[in-house]
């Protein structure tokens, strides 16, 4: 099994800026997925990343918000960008179990507030 | 947008009495799968039912599947207190990356 760590736990940020949240797996793999889950919601895929290439986003997100990086096998970032209350949720990151049909491993998730 | 619609949305149960929660789809599916999330926390996979399975057991979880219907069921037997969380059912589609879509799930509080 894959072990997800997520940073940070949770925050409380301002109108305007941004936040970069990390996710780091004990274990290489190839596909990492960022997810947003609004209060009381479930959980909608914000984008796909890749090592080496660009990520793949989904309906209703963009680069220029969410700008994620994936430098390597084990780790990639979100970004938070120009924040607005409505940014305010649950952010998780997961990755697929390998040999799988689809399982997904998840970190502990960013709880994200914004004033 | 949600591939999964479920109900209750919220079910409130006695420890020891059995829980059962239902998902709907939309499309044609690879599989299907079940999540449980503890307090806004990281989901933990339950159990996946393939798409030509119709049932399928895991310790006190039974999941059926229905694909005519496009539905699946969760039952969980002999509830615990520990069981208290939400319940999310996602579908895999064929093709491509295996992208999984989750239903907006069903939130149980099992009292002790």
């Known amino acids: 099994s894959a072990v997800i760590s997520q940073k940070p736990s949770r925050d409380i940020c301002q109108r305007g800026t941004s936040l970069t949240i990390q996710c780091q797996v004990d274990s290489q793999v190839t596909m990492m997925f960022w997810y947003r889950q609004q209060p009381g919601q479930s959980l909608t895929l914000i984008a796909t990343a890749n090592q080496g290439s660009e990520a793949t986003y989904e309906s209703g997100f963009v680069i220029d918000k969410f700008p994620i990086s994936r430098p390597n096998l084990t780790f990639s970032t979100l970004t938070v960008s120009n924040m607005s209350p409505e940014d305010s949720s649950i952010y998780l990151c997961?990755?697929?179990?390998?040999?799988?049909?689809?399982?997904?491993?998840f970190g502990p998730g960013t709880r994200l507030t914004v004033t | 947008s949600q591939q999964g619609e479920e109900d209750p949305q919220a079910l409130s149960i006695q420890e020891g009495e059995n829980a059962t929660m239902n998902c709907s789809y939309k499309?044609?599916?690879?599989?299907l799968q079940w999540y449980r999330q503890n307090s806004g926390r990281g989901l933990v996979h339950l159990i996946l039912?393939?798409?030509?399975?119709r049932e399928k057991h895991s310790g006190r979880l039974r999941v059926t599947l229905d694909t005519s219907k496009k539905s699946s069921s969760l039952l969980i037997t002999a509830s615990r207190a520990a069981d208290t969380a939400s319940y999310f059912c996602?579908?895999?589609?064929?093709?491509?990356?295996?992208?999984?879509?989750f239903g907006t799930g069903t939130k149980l509080q099992v009292i002790p």
């Open positions: 039912i393939r798409s030509n399975e």
């Open positions: 996602a579908t895999v589609t064929s093709g491509g990356y295996q992208k999984v879509t």
């Open positions: 997961s990755v697929g179990k390998t040999g799988t049909l689809g399982e997904q491993y």
């Open positions: 499309t044609s599916i690879n599989n």
